[in-house]
C-alpha cells in the first residue's frame, strides 16, 4: 500500500477515468429524451411544486445553491434531473435514500454517489462539475474556505453544471434553499401507516424577495411525489401527535 498522497492521486484518477467514460450531456443512451445541448440561461429541472418557489423555476445551470435541511427533497432533486435524461452525482452524502429517489423517478444508472470522498471532497466536486450536469456536495456543516468557494463556483459556471452544496456554509452562493420537517400525515395515536411528508420550505436569492411555502411528498399516480401542500390535508404536526401520543 502506498502513502496517504498516492492514495488519493490514484483514487482522483480513477474518478477521471470513470468521468471520462460518462456520455457527453445531452447524448442518451437510453430513449429518455436528453436535457438541452444548449445550457446557456438554462435551468436544471426540479419537483414542480418546488420550482413554483424558486426565481428562475429550477436550478440555474453554472451557479452554485446552498441547501439546508431534509434530505429527502436532496433525493428529488436528482430524481428531476436524472428522469429528464441528465447526469449528476451525490459526494459526501452516504445517507441519501437512493430507493426513495427510484421512487421519485430517478435513473440510477444517470446517478454517481460517492458516499466517503475522502479528505478533500471539494476536489471531487470539482472534477465530476466537468460532466455532469448536477453535482450534490454534502459538508457535514463544515464551512467551505472563499478562496475554494470563488474557484469551485467559476468552475461550475465555465461548465454549465450546477453545484448543491448540502449542509455547507457557503458565501456568496445564488440562491439558499432552507427545509424543515413539519409533520406527518397517516398516523393516528401510535399507530396507522405514514402516507405523506411534509416540509416547509424557505428561498433566498440575491436579489429576489424570500419565498416560502410547503411541500407534501406523498403517492401519486403509481409515484412518490412533492407535490404543494394543501391546507386541508392530513398531515398531523410532529408536535401534536407526540402530545397525543403521550
Known amino acids: 500500500m502506498g502513502s496517504p498522497d498516492e492514495v488519493r492521486h490514484e483514487r482522483l484518477a480513477e474518478l477521471r477515468r470513470r468521468m471520462a467514460a460518462i456520455p457527453a450531456r445531452g ?22 411544486a418546488l420550482g413554483e418557489l424558486l426565481p428562475e423555476g429550477g436550478l440555474v445551470r453554472g451557479s452554485v445553491v446552498e ?17 429528464a435524461g441528465g447526469h449528476a452525482a451525490a459526494v459526501g452524502l ?8 427510484a421512487e421519485m423517478g430517478a435513473d440510477l444508472a444517470r446517478l454517481a454517489v460517492i ?16 460532466g455532469l450536469d448536477l453535482v450534490m456536495l454534502g459538508m457535514g456543516g463544515r464551512e ?3 478562496a475554494r468557494a470563488r474557484v469551485l463556483a467559476a468552475r461550475a459556471r465555465g461548465k454549465g453544471a450546477t453545484l448543491v452544496v448540502a449542509g455547507g456554509r457557503w458565501s ?19 399507530r396507522g401507516r405514514l402516507r405523506t411528508m411534509r416540509l416547509d420550505v424557505r428561498v433566498r436569492g440575491r436579489s429576489t424577495p424570500h419565498r416560502t411555502g410547503a411541500l407534501d411528498l406523498a403517492p401519486r399516480e403509481g409515484r412518490i411525489e412533492w407535490i404543494a401542500a394543501q391546507s386541508n390535508s392530513p398531515v398531523s404536526a410532529i408536535a401534536e401527535a407526540r402530545h397525543a401520543a403521550s
Open 94 to 101: 452516504p445517507r441519501l435514500g437512493l430507493l426513495a429517489a
Open 172 to 190: 456568496g452562493s445564488a440562491l439558499r434553499i432552507d427545509t424543515r420537517v413539519a409533520g406527518y400525515g397517516g398516523l393516528g395515536i401510535g
Open 115 to 130: 458516499p466517503d470522498p475522502g479528505p478533500d471532497p471539494l476536489e471531487v466536486a470539482s472534477i465530476l462539475l466537468d
Open 67 to 83: 441547501y439546508w435541511g431534509a434530505s429527502s427533497l436532496l433525493a428529488g432533486l436528482l430524481a428531476a434531473v436524472t428522469g
Open 27 to 48: 447524448v442518451a443512451p437510453t430513449t429518455r429524451a436528453p436535457l438541452s445541448r444548449d445550457r446557456r440561461g438554462e435551468s436544471l429541472p426540479v419537483p414542480s
Open 144 to 146: 467551505v474556505p472563499p
